[in-house]
Nanobody, 120 residues
């Protein structure tokens, strides 16, 4: 089992910055891609950013140039640095981790989410 714990959410003004953290614990062997998703009221959950074990990244078009995902494999932690925040970034942000076993079976784990609110 893998447990994910998000932190760093809160209320911020438009144009402000926040850094989200997600720490993985438990059976953390073979954690592969980790990422951040978000879900706004009335909308489906969407991928925000993802990062592989080797550091390759992928971002949603809406956040390119503003958000940066990174990870510290030694600490089993993934981060999301968010700058130039907009009201439309308001959502619950969820951490996701992918684990592949010896038989190439893939499991996904989710955190409980952290609220990000961008408002004056």
């Amino acid at each position: 089992q893998v447990q994910l714990m998000e932190s760093g959410g809160g209320l911020v003004q438009p144009g402000g910055s926040l850094r989200l953290s997600c720490a993985a614990s438990g059976s953390i062997f073979s954690l592969n891609t980790m990422g951040w998703y978000r879900q706004a009221p009335g909308k489906q959950r969407e991928l925000v950013a993802a990062i592989t074990r080797g550091g390759s990244t992928n971002y949603a078009d809406s956040v390119k140039g503003r958000f940066t995902i990174s990870r510290d494999n030694a600490k089993n932690t993934v981060y999301l640095q968010m700058i130039s925040l907009k009201p439309e970034d308001t959502a619950v942000y969820y951490c996701n981790a992918e684990q592949t076993d010896l038989f190439l079976s893939v499991r996904n784990y989710w955190g409980q989410g952290t609220q990000v609110t961008v408002s004056s």
